[in-house]
Structures are given as C-alpha cells and as structure tokens.
C-alpha cells in the first residue's frame, strides 16, 4: 500500500513539474515568434491624491486631477520603444487611450477570474493596425495602502497620518500585459515592481516618500513640476526593469 | 508570509489554567496587493467581495479536539471531537481607522451549531512603523455549538462527579483585545496581541467553569512574521 502511494506521489509530481515546464515553454516560445509589437499606454490620465491612516470622518474619499498634459503615456510608449527595439521591431498603433484606462476589476473577485482578460476585447476592437505578432498594454495598476481599506491605483499621491507624524508617498503603479496578436491570449503579464525598500508603507509598486512641496494639494497639481519631475522618473526608472524582468528587453 | 508566533492562553475554553503553545504565521497574497488589518481572533478567509470599505467572503474556523486525559479537570467527561466550522464574513471600514467585522459558521464537523463572532478595531497608526489596534468583541453560539463543551449529561455526571447541566446557546462571550505591531523594515514584523473575554450564559454558568474553571479566558500572543515575494513564470 506504501510503495503504491509513493508511485502515485512520484508520478504526481512529475507531472506538475512537466507541466510547469510546458507552461514556461509556452510563454517563452511565443515571444520568441514575436516579431513585430505595438504598444499601448493608458496609464498617465489621471493623477489621484489620497489620505489614509488617521483620515478625517469623511472616510476614504480620494479626488482626481487631470495630468493628461504631461504626456506620460506617449513617454511610457517611447522609453518602452528605445527599451524593445534592439529585440523586437516596434511600429506606431493608434488606439482609444479612454476605453483602457476605464476598465475596472469587478468587486466580485471570483467575476475577475471567469470573465478572462478585461483587455482583450479591447485589443482586438480599438487597436489599428491589426495583425501585428503582439501588442503590449501597459495600464493602470491597483493595491491596498496601509492597513486599513484604503485603495490606491496608477499614479497618485498619498498623504498616510498617524499619531505623531504625516507622511507622503508618490506611486506609479503600473502592470504589463503581452498579447498574441493572433489570439489575443495573454502570453505574458507583470506589474511594476517595487525599485527599493526605502519607504515605510510597502507598496507592490513604484513608489518613493516625498515632502509636502510634491503636494497636488497646494496649486494646479499639472503645474507641480516636482510632483511631475518625480512621477516621470518613477516610470522611467522601473519601466526598463519591468521589461527585462519579463524578458522583453535587455537588463539594463 | 512565514513567521513563529506563541500563545499563552487557556487549556481549554473555560478553563482557570493556561499554557504556552507555538503557532505557525502563514499567508499568501496576490501579487499586487499589500497587507490589510488582522485581528488576532479572525478566522481564515478570502474576500470574494471587495470594495475596499467593505468586504465579505467564506470563512472557516478548526477547533482541535477536547480530550480529557490532557487535563484533570475533564475527567470522566469524555472527548470532544475536533469541529470545523465553515460560513461567512463581512466587514466594514466606515473609516480608515475603524474596522467592524462578523463572522457566521456552521458545524460541518464535530458539532453542528452556528457560531456568530462580532468584533470592532480602532486601528491607529502611531508611527508609520507602529500600529496599535484595540476594540470590542462578542460571540453568540446556539445550543448545539455550546452543549459539546459546556453540557453534562447523566453519564458525565456519575462518572466526572459534576452535576448533570443542560447547556443551552445564546450569548456566549463577551470581551476586549488589543494587538500592537512593529515593523522593523519591510520584511521582517513583530507583534503582540491580548484576548480578553468573558464567559456567559450557560457557558459561565457550566459546573466544569464554576467549580473547576473560570468565567474569565485571557490569551497572550507574540509573533515575528517575514513578507518575500516569489515570482512565478
């Protein structure tokens, strides 16, 4: 009875790690067909400026400013171009930058989960010109901040106060997504890791702590060059590690 | 997350003694996200529904088995099996800083009563490394979730020497906790916690709590816990 349940074991696990090394292939495969790629950027529209910790009664109420003119998203797109183009052959697509920075996950998780990628419909529907062997949509990540319910997305400012001290953090958070231009199945996805362990709220993202000058609360957030000078460098700084981290381009 | 933790806390529920135990810290994340708030007295459970404010999802809660020669004082009562109780939970961030929660099991195993855990935790950051939490707690059970551990039959008379008692549900317990946390970097956390509560009921009012145990169950914990991250291609 032993020897039968460690035969099962044993066969067990060599499927799963066969398995493991078809699903490995699979992705790695893929991207070495991939010639030509598009890319696509929705995360820079918006940017949201939060509090958390010991807010005030109003609760978690987070407000957000157009940043639309500070042009991250065709920044993203060209530093991702410079990043892929000694692997790949990149070529301009046009698409409804609207229409991907609205999607949202559903509040019902399990939801997220059946109804595959919010994205590909998308793709295949606001991206010109078709045909390409993959394209690449970079948008909008979302995480929890601090301990409590807070939520914070793509790029923001977040003011965290506690008893004796306020502090504030600027965040990009951003994920990657690579699609088969053929089938629109996603081959490879990853969100923007976190550059250093300097902060003290941990993010699973871009995100550095900065002083009340980089405030969108004081002025026209747009006009805050600090805030902008700060955010830009975020992306630019993680955007290179993400994309070698996915194996799409050269570690920097 | 893995970490080691220890806890102080009584033999049994309703029990006058104590004893230290070591307890496991175990948990995954998805990739993207970062820890929220958790009370010590939480069951495991995955939010299905989550609009950051609130919160809901399945819950489920072990219990280990009763077993009366690990303790003088249960003798001739007999063993209570292990119960695993599975149900739900919502809770609710009106603020940042205030947590309610409830949690609703049944019995699938063991017994086959419903269990209703309610809590609430002021959560105040200190500093950005030090978080201290405290707040409320009450626990109603039914008669099948009470009587396993707190009736005496005929049989557990004659042979324990306690008086028979038909234990019947309603409130259970009612109580208080605190929990401090520090985080010494990003990856490495300390915590503490204290769990009062106090017995109620047909619970407080079982011979095996007046005349061998007591009312009040007091539960110290310390832990250290390490947060990595694993990539998985």
């Not at chain 1, 059946?114 to 949509?137: C, H, M, N, W």
């Amino acid at each position: 009875m032993r020897s039968r349940c460690v035969s099962f074991a044993t066969i067990l696990l060599v499927a799963v790690s066969v398995g493991g090394c078809a699903m490995f292939e699979t992705g790695q495969t893929k991207l070495q067909a991939v010639k030509t790629v598009g890319i696509i950027s929705a995360v820079g529209g918006e940017l949201s400026f939060a509090t958390a910790g010991l807010t005030g009664l109003n609760g978690n109420a987070s407000q957000s400013f157009p940043i639309a003119a500070w042009g991250l998203d065709d920044l993203i797109v060209q530093q991702a171009t410079t990043a892929l183009n000694g692997r790949f052959q990149v070529q301009p697509v046009s698409y409804n930058r609207a229409a991907f920075a609205a999607v949202k996950d559903s509040p019902v998780t399990p939801v997220n989960l059946v109804r595959g990628d919010p994205f590909k419909k998308l793709v295949q529907t606001e991206v010109s010109p078709q045909g390409l062997d993959a394209y690449i949509v970079i948008t909008k990540a979302k995480s929890n901040f601090g301990r409590g319910a807070g939520k914070i997305e793509g790029i923001g400012f977040v003011t965290y106060r506690t008893v004796l001290a306020s502090y504030n953090q600027i965040h990009a958070l951003y994920e990657i997504r690579v699609f088969d231009g053929k089938t629109f199945d996603v081959i490879e996805k990853r969100s923007a890791p976190a550059l250093d362990d300097a902060v003290e709220i941990r993010l699973p993202g871009p995100t550095r702590q900065v002083d009340d000058s980089y405030s969108p609360g004081r002025g026209e957030p747009v006009r805050n060059e600090n805030l902008h000078r700060a955010i830009t460098d975020l992306i630019v700084r993680s955007l290179s590690t993400t994309l070698s981290d996915m194996h799409l381009a050269d570690a920097r | 997350m893995v970490g080691i933790g220890g806890e102080y806390k009584p033999d049994f529920e309703g029990a006058n003694r104590a004893m230290l135990s070591p307890i496991p810290i175990f948990a995954i994340r998805r990739a993207g996200s970062s820890e929220q708030f958790r009370g010590p007295r939480d069951s495991p459970s995955i939010a299905f529904l989550d609009f950051g404010d609130l919160r809901a999802g399945p819950v489920a809660k072990f219990e280990a088995a009763r077993k009366q020669f690990n303790y003088s004082e249960l003798n001739g009562l007999g063993d209570v099996k292990a119960a695993v109780e599975l149900g739900g939970f919502v809770e609710y961030y009106p603020v940042d800083w205030f947590r309610t929660r409830v949690e609703l099991r049944e019995g699938v195993v063991g017994h086959n009563g419903t269990v209703a855990d309610f809590s609430a935790d002021f959560i105040v950051p200190v500093i950005q490394r030090l978080t201290i939490s405290a707040g409320p707690r009450f626990t109603w059970e039914s008669t099948q979730a009470t009587s396993p551990y707190f009736g005496i039959d005929a049989v557990q008379a004659m042979t324990s020497g306690l008086p028979l008692f038909n234990a019947k549900g309603g409130a259970h317990s009612y109580g208080a906790g605190t929990q401090v946390s520090y985080r010494i970097n990003p990856q490495w956390e300390v915590h503490s916690y204290v769990e009062y509560e106090r017995l109620l009921g047909d619970a407080a009012a079982s011979p095996l709590v007046t005349l061998r145990g007591s009312p009040n169950q007091t539960t110290f914990g310390i832990g250290f816990s390490y947060s990595f991250d694993v990539k998985i291609r």
